[in-house]
């Protein structure tokens, strides 16, 4: 069957980043700057900015007005949740996940960093590095997110002073080892002014790295999900036996009413026709027969792709197993221990019942043990510690223990941001209470990392 | 492992659709009866497209609803049921005219009846027991939708609570809600208006002859090219003029305007859209411009 024209998209990667800062950070300037100097303004929203900028008596646009989202957000002046923008230059799209610093400042961050493949990190230059970085940066540690940026912000308003930024930059590269994060650079910005946001600036000389939009245009974009083993929940069985063929599967000739695959996304690695596979949980081998997709089939399916599956042989699979590689492939779990963000206002407590969703499976679950939470109130050179606790608060990062109903196949998160993370969700009223990642804390297995809670799986 | 060839990232296109076509799949599969908005618009165009590629070689397992105004394009109504068939789907019409013929809806003062279609809309939801919606909507056309979920919880009266919205992580969807309850989805969330059109050429998917450059009778009213139509007659003073015209959008008659444009092709529309200096619906909606927070309003009511 001959495969239909390719997607014509110049060759342009997608690349998502969410941002952290506290507040009067100027995030929402840096945001609307970005915005702005690569023209994804246009000119009836700019109207509307400057009409309620003059309105405000301001004497120019105020840039931040152009990320407030809802009324009640304009009314106060802060903002209250995960917004998304989108911008884009020739080389890259961008899909910026805006996280408030302010109240849920947790919650938010983890919800936009658990995406992210870039977590763009403010300071106020007068003030260097302080308790919410530090909170954000341990937050990014946690949830694996590949680089780091750190915005030194308004550094107009320390005379474009090179000591400042160095002695800032030095403390936030002692931070990110103690934190276990590894790819990290810092630039010198004055978002009002537009220092080094998309433009290089004239005054900071001292300063010869790239601009934020210049790192974000280069920086490696290649996914942690490709370098790792292949995995892929199976979304559902394509079997249109009982139903027509769909007008578009009519014109291929070879499609039959017979057809068996097994569609889903491939969440981390590759897989090619030809590979054995392991069907988790119940462990029964089988080997690719096709890849197939409406635009033809394909040799070779790499993490991020949505495609359908086809088996030589003919074994049981249904909706929440995963196709996993079989090298080292994972274990099924009744007993799983993970670190877990609580995102919701109801407390978590030792014997809960809880549902978890993992892949596309959900399971009933109980918490059989809350073995401590994170002390993120990080005081200058030291590392996070874990504190005896027996529940788990809104925005608390804590240690839990879970026993499963049904096994699931939960990889590590320190090797699998995908199918190493489950959330919690309230059995009642369907909520989503908990963000967690199995296995390890990646925290804590830092070189200088701080001790485990003691009770483990 | 296959170390040995290097994996290029996907392009953007690849990973959007592919993202999409996951959500499309995870609301079949854990929601007891879904159904599509399908308007013939752009967005809801490719959105069914990406639903025939996303259950491919099985049918699209649901139906499609289009809540008519009574006030569309006649263009646009041939298109969506030549669409319909050749995507192979079904499609249920709710019609505001019905309910205004029996008394159940009043004519605004301002004959605009975009806002009258949130009763049928829910009626449609309740009546078919739905508990999934797919919409059409991207988080880039306004600012309240920037902080929408893909997976929007709605309560029994269709509203929406933005500060209440559930923390969507990963990617894993979570659709469970209470009887009564709905979730409208949305699958291109992370779309922007230029990737709609980059995919409509990369994909040649079909569209309403009326987003291309035709010429029409049109009046310049505040600054919005009005088409002069049965439901959008002259006003005194209007200055009736033919122009070269296209419409980004292909909502109500009563409140859609035209902008001025050659482009023909969808090469040129993303030209133009790409040079454009207005947002698409700053443009062409007028009932945006009702108050600064209309759409938010709107939302919560029930509307997409």
Not at chain 1, 97 to 108: I, K
Not at chain 1, 144 to 154: A, G
């Amino acid at each position: 069957m001959a495969a239909r024209t390719p997607l014509r998209t110049g060759g342009r990667t997608l690349l998502r980043l969410a941002t952290a800062g506290s507040v009067d950070d100027g995030k929402s300037t840096l945001v609307g700057r970005l915005l702005f100097d690569t023209n994804s303004v246009l000119s009836d929203t700019l109207d509307h900015v400057e009409k309620v900028s003059k309105r405000k008596g301001l004497a120019r646009a105020d840039l931040a007005l152009l990320t407030d989202g809802l009324r009640a957000e304009r009314e106060q002046g802060i903002t209250i949740d995960v917004a998304y923008r989108y911008f884009a230059t020739p080389a890259r799209k961008f899909i910026l996940a805006d996280c408030p610093g302010h109240v849920q400042y947790t919650r938010n961050t983890v919800t936009g960093s658990s995406t992210a493949d870039v977590i763009v990190l403010l300071v106020d230059a007068r003030n260097g590095v302080v308790e919410q970085t530090r909170r954000h940066l341990a937050v990014a540690s946690l949830l694996r997110v590949p680089h780091v940026i750190l915005v030194v912000n308004k550094i107009d308003l320390v005379d474009y002073s090179e000591d400042v930024f160095t002695a800032i930059a030095t403390d936030f590269a002692m931070l990110a080892r103690s934190l276990g994060v590894a790819d990290t650079h810092c630039i010198p910005v004055s978002a009002t002014e537009g220092d080094n946001v998309v433009t290089r600036s004239t005054r900071t000389p001292w300063y010869d790295g790239p601009t934020v939009l210049g790192y974000l245009e280069t920086v490696d974009d290649t996914p942690l999900a490709v370098g790792a083993e292949f995995r892929f929940p199976v979304q559902h069985v394509v079997r249109p036996q009982n139903a027509p063929l769909a007008p578009w599967a009519a014109r291929i000739p070879t499609m039959d009413g017979d057809y068996r695959g097994y569609a889903g996304k491939v969440e981390s690695g590759r897989v090619r026709v030809g590979e054995e596979i392991v069907v988790l949980p119940r462990g029964s081998r089988a080997t690719i027969e096709a890849i197939d997709t409406p635009d033809g089939p394909l040799k070779i399916a790499v993490a991020g792709q949505s495609v359908v599956l086809r088996l030589t042989s003919d074994v049981d699979v249904s909706r929440g197993d995963i196709f996993a590689a079989t090298d080292a492939p994972p274990a099924p779990l009744r007993e799983v221990t993970a670190t877990v963000c609580w995102l919701a206002e109801r407390e978590l407590t030792i014997g809960a019942r809880v549902l978890v969703q993992h892949g596309t499976a959900i399971t009933k679950a109980i918490v059989r043990s809350i073995d401590g939470t994170l002390d993120l109130d990080l005081q200058p050179g030291a590392v996070p510690s874990w504190q005896d606790a027996d529940t788990l608060r809104l925005n608390d990062i804590g240690r839990i223990r879970l026993t499963l109903a049904t096994p699931l196949p939960i990889d590590s998160y320190r090797e699998h941001r995908a199918t190493g993370a489950f959330i919690i969700v309230d059995d009642s009223d369907g909520w989503t209470l908990g963000a967690a990642m199995a296995g390890s804390t990646p925290l804590t297995a830092s070189s200088n990392g701080c001790a485990q809670p003691g009770r483990g799986a | 492992m296959n170390q040995l060839t290097p994996v290029r990232p996907l392009t953007e296109l690849q990973a959007l659709e592919s993202e999409s076509i996951h959500i499309l799949r995870e609301v079949a599969a854990t929601f007891a009866s879904p159904i599509m908005l399908f308007s013939g618009g752009k967005d809801s165009v490719v959105m069914l497209h990406l639903a025939a590629k996303a259950f491919w070689p099985a049918p699209v397992p649901f139906g499609l609803l289009h809540v008519d105004t009574g006030h569309n394009f006649p263009e646009v109504l041939s298109y969506r049921d030549e669409a319909v068939e050749f995507y192979g789907a079904t499609l249920k019409v709710a019609s505001v005219q019905d309910y205004i013929d029996d008394g159940r809806l009043r004519e605004r003062p301002d004959g605009t009846r975009n806002p009258l279609q949130t009763v049928p809309l829910l009626d449609a939801i309740q009546t078919g027991k739905h508990d999934a919606v797919f919409g059409g909507g991207r988080r880039d056309e306004e600012r309240a939708r920037a902080k929408e979920r893909v997976f929007s919880m709605r309560d029994e009266f269709g509203q929406w609570e933005p500060r209440n919205q559930r923390p969507e992580l990963w990617s894993l969807y979570n659709g469970r809600h209470l009887p009564g309850e709905h979730v409208r989805v949305f699958p291109l969330s992370n779309w922007t208006e230029l990737d709609i059109w980059d995919y409509i050429e990369a994909e040649k998917i079909a569209l309403p002859t009326i987003y291309y450059a035709h010429e029409r009778d049109v009046t310049e009213r505040d600054g919005m090219w009005i088409a002069i139509t049965e439901v959008t007659p002259a006003r005194d003073g209007d200055q009736i003029e033919s122009r070269s015209v296209r419409y980004r959008t292909v909502g109500d008659m009563s409140c859609t305007a035209a902008v001025l444009s050659n482009a023909n092709t969808v090469a040129d529309v993303i030209t133009e859209v790409g040079l454009s200096q207005l947002t698409e619906r700053g443009a062409t909606r007028a009932d945006d411009r009702m108050s600064e927070a209309a759409m938010e309003d709107r939302k919560r009511e029930g509307y997409f």
